[in-house]
């Protein structure tokens, strides 16, 4: 599975939207992006994700690039409950579907 | 939809003494489960691959004899830390991923079992 890069850490003002950035430039055709984040002390949470077309649902917008080699994650109206660390993860949709978590981006939402 | 639940949710044991923690997918049927370990302030590692009826798949530098996984029906798998020692204290996550479209095959975490070993 391809690597992916993520800040370390972000911040962001409770109601503002929360843009998170991911590098993922070897991706290949059959991969996917996937978002999950993980609240202090908890299992990680599925968000969204993409193949190459943007995509939305209830807790976030996912906004892939046309060439695929970055992606962004939306939280468009940031609570103080999103704080967490937000993983993006890239992996084919066959075999396994082994998720391997890097280091992620820790976002602190601030009143 | 799409609970998973782990059993218990933390756990004391003492050094030399095994401890079972229990994977549940308590709305669906799990066709893969996967166990996690994360230390504090780090990311989560996956430890193995478990497919109902079949025997676990393990990382590398995972000891499969000391961490024992069972995964016997579709709805539990299981995960033994045999001979515990202070270093295994941690916090063991397991995820399950169903086996039909509606779920989108994607893996659904249970919250967690902190394990202290004293």
């Known amino acids: 599975d391809a690597k992916t890069t993520q800040p370390p850490s972000m911040d962001c003002a409770e109601g503002r939207a929360a843009n998170l950035p991911c590098n993922h430039s070897?991706?290949?055709?059959?991969?996917?992006v996937y978002w999950y984040r993980q609240i202090h002390s908890q299992g990680p949470q599925y968000i969204i994700h993409?193949?190459?077309n943007n995509e939305t649902n209830e807790m976030a917008s996912l906004i892939i690039t046309e060439d695929r080699k970055s992606s962004t994650l939306i939280l468009p109206h940031a609570t103080l409950r999103d704080t967490a660390v937000y993983y993006c993860i890239v992996r084919v949709a066959s075999g396994f579907q082994k998720l391997v978590f890097g280091t992620g981006t820790r976002l602190l939402v601030s009143p | 939809g799409a609970v998973v639940s782990q059993h218990p949710s933390w756990v004391i044991c003492k050094s030399g003494t095994s401890v079972k923690i229990e994977c549940r997918s308590l709305d669906f049927q799990a066709t893969t489960m996967f166990w996690y370990r994360q230390f504090p302030k780090q990311s989560l590692m996956l430890m193995a691959t478990?497919?109902?009826?079949?025997?676990?798949?393990?990382e590398q530098g995972v000891e499969k004899d000391k961490f024992l996984i069972n995964h016997a029906s579709l709805t539990l798998s299981t995960l033994t830390v045999t001979s515990a020692h202070p270093e295994d204290s941690s916090f063991y996550i397991c995820?399950?991923?169903?086996?039909?479209?509606?779920?989108?095959?994607?893996?659904?975490f249970g919250p967690g079992t902190r394990l202290t070993v004293t």
């Open positions: 478990s497919n109902e009826g079949s025997k676990a798949t393990y």
């Open positions: 993409g193949l190459k």
């Open positions: 070897t991706i290949s055709g059959n991969e996917y």
């Open positions: 995820s399950a991923r169903g086996g039909t479209s509606n779920l989108g095959y994607e893996q659904y």
